[in-house]
């Protein structure tokens, strides 16, 4: 049940009223500030993380349809924003250490005296890993930066080993063709 008071801000908010947007930021920035940072570990990843909350719901608050109280809504999407980016950081470690692990570092350098920086080429490739479908990326990612086999991703995701191939085959294409001007370093 959502109360009076949340129901007027909540009336408000939706009515682009800055007021209201101002008195929600200055009750929850420090609770959901330090709330994210018991999910990510680090005050200013923290930060950021509400801050693109308040942004968003400042963007789209017009469009939201509070079925509970602001303050479960905003501690949710903290949560799921907080876990998303434990998420994207631990593809990027196993990409990092896939990288190390097969000794392609070197080859990013030569790649670098190519004109390309580090950063940008990690960069590039994670765009292009991010662009494949949900499950696709997913097996990608299980088969080559955590080093599963086959039958494994199929056991883990309840599907056969044959369809796993399949999605491992696409995702490879679908990289190639992103990545083309570099898939001689990786794939």
Same mark, same amino acid.
């Given at each position: 049940? %959502?109360?009076?008071?949340?129901?007027? @801000?909540? /009336?408000?908010? &939706?009515?682009?009223?800055?007021?209201?947007?101002?008195?929600?930021?200055?009750?929850?920035? /420090?609770?959901? &500030?330090?709330?994210?940072? *018991?999910?990510?570990?680090?005050?200013? %990843?923290?930060?950021?993380?509400?801050?693109?909350?308040?942004?968003? @719901?400042?963007? #789209?608050?017009? !469009?939201?349809?509070?079925? /509970?109280?602001?303050?479960?809504?905003?501690?949710?999407?903290?949560?799921?924003?907080?876990?998303?980016?434990?998420?994207?950081?631990?593809?990027?470690?196993?990409?990092?250490?896939?990288?190390? *692990?097969?000794?392609?570092?070197?080859?990013?350098?030569?790649?670098?005296?190519?004109?390309?920086?580090?950063?940008?080429?990690?960069?590039?490739?994670?765009?292009?890993?991010?662009? @494949?479908?949900?499950?696709? *990326? !997913? %097996?990608?990612?299980?088969?080559?930066?955590?080093?599963?086999?086959?039958?494994?991703?199929?056991?883990? @995701?309840?599907?056969?080993?044959? &369809?796993?191939?399949?999605?491992?085959? %696409?995702?490879?294409?679908?990289?190639?063709?992103?990545? #083309?001007?570099? /898939?001689?370093?990786?794939?």
């Amino acid at each position: 049940m %959502i109360s009076e008071s949340n129901n007027i @801000l909540i /009336t408000k908010l &939706t009515q682009g009223d800055a007021k209201a947007f101002e008195v929600l930021f200055k009750l929850y920035y /420090t609770k959901l &500030t330090l709330f994210s940072n *018991r999910f990510v570990n680090d005050l200013s %990843i923290a930060e950021e993380i509400v801050a693109d909350v308040f942004a968003l @719901l400042w963007e #789209k608050g017009h !469009e939201v349809a509070f079925s /509970t109280s602001v303050s479960s809504y905003l501690f949710k999407m903290v949560q799921n924003r907080s876990l998303n980016y434990l998420k994207h950081q631990k593809i990027e470690n196993l990409y990092v250490a896939y990288l190390e *692990r097969n000794n392609l570092f070197d080859e990013v350098r030569s790649a670098v005296e190519s004109g390309y920086e580090e950063k940008e080429l990690a960069l590039q490739i994670k765009a292009a890993i991010n662009t @494949l479908p949900e499950k696709c *990326r !997913e %097996i990608f990612v299980l088969s080559r930066f955590s080093d599963m086999k086959y039958k494994e991703i199929a056991s883990k @995701l309840n599907i056969s080993p044959k &369809t796993v191939e399949r999605q491992v085959s %696409i995702a490879l294409e679908k990289l190639r063709q992103t990545l #083309k001007h570099v /898939t001689y370093l990786f794939f």
